[in-house]
């Protein structure tokens, strides 16, 4: 059994937080998730694997106070009255049954939410537009106004008291707040005491905290969460300035301070453009002025760097969201001398992307994710073999190894095949691209554990043909009578897509290139226009990657942004820029129509007017291609299915549905889980539903 180095015992060291003890320096900080009210079982089940994972602190997402802050759509947290205690309590008992302390992040979105359930009108320090493209303004609060957010705020904390909560948030982190709103000269025009000077304009904030601790600080700590910097320089909150004085100000005041940047999309940016420890700069400072405990985040996943970070001093708990929603059992693993099992944060923000559309999380490198109440999943334990039969997985990328690996945990034999000389697919082709390394580690984890297993065997190299998967499975003495196919997808090279439900106009009179073409080596030639009718992020990285290697590039999308659908995982607005400062040519809201000897015709979504636009080269990025010919050429041979004695053919992953790597690591693990078990006919999993 392997044992902890006792270079990594600091940060099992308990900490003092107010009247509480944290059992160690790891510390889930508040992250949404797409749970919240509408699903409080799923909640607490998530959380409660976070805490058995060894957090010592494990805290909600944004609870809302009251209903002059309704998120809308949104799936927050809600402490409107009493008859939200019960649901929240669900998550305290499930993280208190692991021996970890609960927080609860208490919040007023102020002009951040329109209210569009509650229909009552927003309110803010002064009249403003709400920040979003609402016709809807927030009026300015009166002193009873500032009163009332007080007392609802004191009545949330001795609910969140009464749920058995042990940390309190205060909360004034990313714009999003209506104390933020408070602090900021942006937003914060008033005369009175509340506003004017830095002094006047953090009184709310310690009326709060002060309130908070004379409500429940006998029993329970006061956490602060504050964003030190706005990253807007002179117009905003710095560290250099505003934000160091705040903390001055406050800083023997709360039991724990909760330290990030602003706004969300800075504070969990994804690691195409920021790395881990990215907040240090902004950060460090913070310890030097409070005696107090100090939590900051930066997508840490290296042990090394968390022991650094608390004996240098920046920090007395490791912070974190991403990380502990791609491996909760972080902490057990590092204190059980783990370190090689640490399913690492890819930084993809998938998981952000499920708070935006409402939805469950998921996960790219943990497909356990979301699924801990419904389906029962553990990231950790998995039901054992029911029987000695043999599993063939055919193909090594995202789904092919992890459903290699979960059926290999189940204690399965399992023979991996991989067509190319690495393993990884997609996976190992797309992180070459720029900004996307970290995505490798999808397939370092899984390679680095399934080489510890006896019961698993992989063949690279090794492309096999349905006659191969027959005479294989005839002639195998151990009973390999299961395939599992992991094939992959093609990009399609035709402009088949959304816009086009038939191939584009014109093809044979220029050079077009798909993005495997791209990924596989093939140079473009001359001017290269991008056709992105895909809109996640290949059809913007390969914008990157051609203009870096010397290319005239423009990129043409029917959407009214590039890779227009990371507005969901927040880095929409840094791809944009990077390829505007990179000299990229965008041309939104148009559709190619057809294609010309040298050049292509555009069309406006709005006006049908057209533009020709030479090029030497089009890079089509719309559809995919399943690569599914090796599953239609085995079901083509029902008899020789039945001699060789396969018993099941399943396809997953993109074989089965080009989708995301989330998707097709889902698919695998799925298959895996669901491989000899009684599964219901009709809906696999467990939903929660409103009683009446």
């Keep these: 059994m392997p044992q902890r180095d006792p270079f990594y015992d600091i940060l099992f060291e308990p900490l003092q937080i107010g009247p509480l003890k944290a059992k160690n320096r790891f510390y889930q900080v508040p992250h949404c998730n797409g749970m919240g009210y509408l699903r409080p079982k799923t909640l607490a089940a998530m959380r ?187 117009k905003g909150i710095t560290s250099e300035n505003e934000g160091r004085e705040v903390v001055e100000m406050l800083a023997e005041l709360p039991d724990l301070w909760d ?8 504070d969990s940016a994804t690691s195409r453009f920021e790395k881990e420890g990215f907040q240090e700069t902004y950060i460090g400072f913070v310890k030097s002025l409070t005696s107090k405990p100090v939590v900051g985040v930066g997508r840490y996943t290296s042990p090394d760097k968390m022991v650094s970070l608390i004996k240098q001093g920046v920090m007395d708990m490791i912070g974190a969201a991403r990380p502990s929603i791609a491996d909760p059992f972080l902490p057990k693993k ?116 399934l080489e510890k297993f006896e019961n698993v065997t992989i063949y690279c190299g090794s492309k096999l043909s349905a006659e191969d998967i027959l005479e294989f499975s005839a002639e195998d003495k151990f009973g390999f009578s299961h395939v ?84 969901n995982t927040m880095e929409q607005f840094r791809i944009q820029k990077r390829l505007l400062e990179l000299g990229v040519k965008i041309t939104p809201q148009h559709n190619l129509v057809s294609v010309h000897p040298g050049a292509v015709k555009l069309e406006c979504n709005f006006t049908d007017k057209s533009t020709i636009h030479e090029c030497q080269t089009l890079l089509l990025v719309t559809e995919r291609f399943p690569n599914d010919d090796l599953h239609k050429s085995l079901l083509d041979n029902p008899e020789g299915i039945d001699q060789a004695g396969i018993k099941t053919i399943q396809c997953i992953g993109d074989c089965l549905a080009p989708g995301i790597i989330a998707a097709a690591v889902h698919s695998g693990h799925l298959a895996a889980r669901e491989f000899e078990a009684n599964v219901p006919e009709d809906i696999p999993f467990l939903r929660e539903r409103i009683l009446l």
């Design 259 to 266: 330290v990030n940047i602003s706004e969300w999309e800075n």
């Design 334 to 449: 590092i204190e059980e001398g783990r370190l090689d099992e640490i399913r690492e944060c890819i930084g993809c923000n998938i998981c952000v992307a499920g708070d935006w559309l409402a939805v469950p999380m998921r996960c790219t490198q943990n497909p356990t994710m979301g699924e801990e109440w419904r389906r029962g999943w553990h990231p950790e334990r998995i039901e054992p073999r029911k029987s000695n039969e043999g599993v063939l997985v055919v193909g090594g990328g995202p789904a092919g190894l992890e459903c290699a690996l979960a059926l290999g945990n189940r204690g399965y034999r399992v023979i991996l095949a991989e067509s190319c000389e690495e393993l990884g697919g997609r996976v190992s082709r797309e992180s070459r691209l720029p900004g996307l390394a970290e995505w490798g580690r999808v397939r370092d984890y899984r390679m680095g554990l």
């Design 484 to 567: 599992m196919l992991a094939t992959g997808a093609t990009w399609r090279c035709d402009g088949i897509g959304r816009e086009h439900r038939g191939p584009i106009p014109g093809l044979s009179n220029l050079s077009v290139l798909t993005p495997d073409n791209v990924m596989n080596g093939v140079s473009a030639n001359g001017k290269v226009l991008i056709f992105d009718d895909e809109h996640y992020y290949m059809g913007g990285v390969l914008a990157e990657k051609l203009k870096l290697e010397g290319h005239e590039v423009q990129i043409v999308t029917p959407a009214s942004d590039i890779s227009t659908w990371t507005h």
């Design 48 to 234: 409660g694997i976070k805490a058995e994972g060894g957090w010592a602190v494990v805290c909600t997402e944004e609870v809302e106070i009251h209903a002059t802050s309704d998120n809308g759509i949104a799936a927050e947290g809600r402490l409107w009255d009493d008859s939200d205690i019960p649901a929240l309590t669900k998550m305290t008992e499930a993280v208190h049954e692991h021996d970890a302390l609960a927080g609860i992040e208490l919040v007023h979105g102020g002009f951040s939410n329109s209210n569009h359930y509650s229909r009552i009108p927003p309110i803010a320090p002064s009249m403003i537009s709400v920040n979003n493209y609402d016709p809807v303004q927030a009026r300015s609060m009166t002193k009873a106004d500032i009163r009332d957010f007080r007392k609802w705020h004191r009545q949330a904390a001795l609910r969140a008291k009464q749920a058995d909560f042990d940390l309190i948030y205060v909360y004034a982190g990313h714009c999003l707040t209506l104390l933020m709103h408070f602090l900021s000269r942006r937003f914060n025009q008033r005369t009175d005491e509340y506003g004017g000077s830095m002094e006047n304009r953090v009184r709310l904030f310690r009326e709060v905290i002060e309130d908070t601790k004379e409500a429940v600080g006998d029993k329970c700590a006061v956490a602060v969460r504050f964003a030190v910097d706005e990253l807007l320089g002179p």
